[in-house]
Structures are given as C-alpha cells and as structure tokens.
C-alpha cells in the first residue's frame, strides 16, 4: 500500500511529541553548528555483535566478538567508504564495544579522525528504569517503546528515550564547536548503543525537518548490529545505513 505524504506527515509527528522541542530557534541552531563545521551529514552507528561480560564484571565491560568486529569492518568498507571524508572528531558511547567498533569502522574506510567519547551516549547513563524497560521489551524498533499498549511501559520510555536524545543533541552541538575546522563537508560519526541510537537519530532528524518517511524509518527499523542511520542535511532525508552481506 503507497501511503501519502500526509498520512506520513500525521504519522511520524503524532510519535515524536517526546522528543527535544523542535522550535525554528533549535533547529537553526543545529544547522549553523553543522554548517560552520562543514558537516553535511550525521551516520548514527550501533556497536557490532558483543560478547557476555566477563567474570565478575559488568554490562559496560563487554567486548566484541570476532563476529562484531567483522561486522565492524564490513560496515567501514561499504558504507563508511562512501560517507567520508568524516568530521575530525567521532562522538562515541566509552564503553569497550563502541570505541573498538568506531576504531575499526574508521580503519576500514580509510579515515582518521580523534575518537570524542561521551558518558551519555552509554545506555546504562539511563539505569534503572531503562535497563528495566530493555529487559522487558529487548531489542525492538523504537516505536515499539514509544508506542507500546502497556501505558506505564510508553510512558517510561518516553521519558528514558527523551532525556537521552536530549543530552545526545547537546554532546553533538558540543563536538561541532571544539573540532577542527574542515575543507570539505563531511560526516559527523556518532557510534551508540541500541534501542538508544534510534532515539537519539530521531531527535536530530526532528530538528532538522527531515522528511516524514525517514522520521518512519528511524521509528520502525529494528537497528542491527553495526548498522543505523545516515541524516543528510542538504536533502532532509533519513534513511537506514545497512551492511551488504549476512554477517549476523
């Protein structure tokens, strides 16, 4: 079935009104940083496959696999090739499987950049009611959170996923100003942690009046392991960033 952009339009806004306000002021904002930084683009990325936590660890110590780091790899060859050349500065979830993802996506699209870890890009920033929440629903598409029939669950995760895009906005508007100027656009990388990186490409998306459709994209899609989401600011499109083999 061909939806219109109407249905869409009603669609997509009837499911953000949790987000960062999206005031003209916000949104011109976020855009003079990107322009002044030449950023034309902002890849949201998920960590590759991870392994359990270590004895007598915790979730932030986890690790990727050899499966993650392929998959880590694979996604820097393919689509991180054609995104570059990328910002001088990478914003990045500190935890271990993040970092080392964001490392070897960058090696394997031939670029360099200082990698700019950010607490609030970790999910377990969002503890307690947010790892409840994960527990419960597990790994879904954002609107399954945003959306769900239990009201206390939709409320939580309006109030969890919210706060998050918000402090993810402001370490994004933070990079902007510090990194190094650039000769070319270029795309600003942000490595995270699912089913939070959705939540904050929606709020960016939002801001800068992406097109429906890809506020619906960023809503349904179940975000994969070293995948995301691609926002291009000179077409206002939001589209899904998808490796090109199996590896799962």
Known sequence: MVRSTRYLLNLAFSHIDWLPTTSSS????????CDQAKVS?????????????????????????????????EAGS?????????????LVS????????????????NQKCHIQTSQVLYDGTMQPEGSVLFQKIGYAPLSDYVDS???ND???SRKVLGEYSSAAIDAISETLKTGAGQQEDSTLLVVGHAIYL?????????????????LETILSCNTQEAEGYLIDLESSQATYLSRPSSLV
């Open 154 to 156: 939709r409320a939580v």
């Open 149 to 151: 029939e239990d009201q």
């Open 41 to 73: 683009k902002l890849a949201f990325l998920r960590h590759g496959k991870t392994g359990p936590k270590p004895d007598g660890g915790i979730d932030f110590d986890r690790f990727l696999t050899d499966l993650g780091q392929n998959q880590a790899k």
């Open 198 to 214: 959705p939540a904050a490409a929606l709020g960016v998306a939002s801001l800068v009046d992406c097109q429906p459709e890809g």
């Open 78 to 90: 393919s689509f991180g090739r054609q995104l570059a050349p990328f910002y001088s500065q990478a």
């Open 26 to 33: 916000s949104s011109a904002s976020l855009r003079s940083l």
């Open 94 to 109: 500190p935890a271990p499987r993040t970092v080392e993802t964001a490392e070897l996506f960058l090696e394997s699209a």
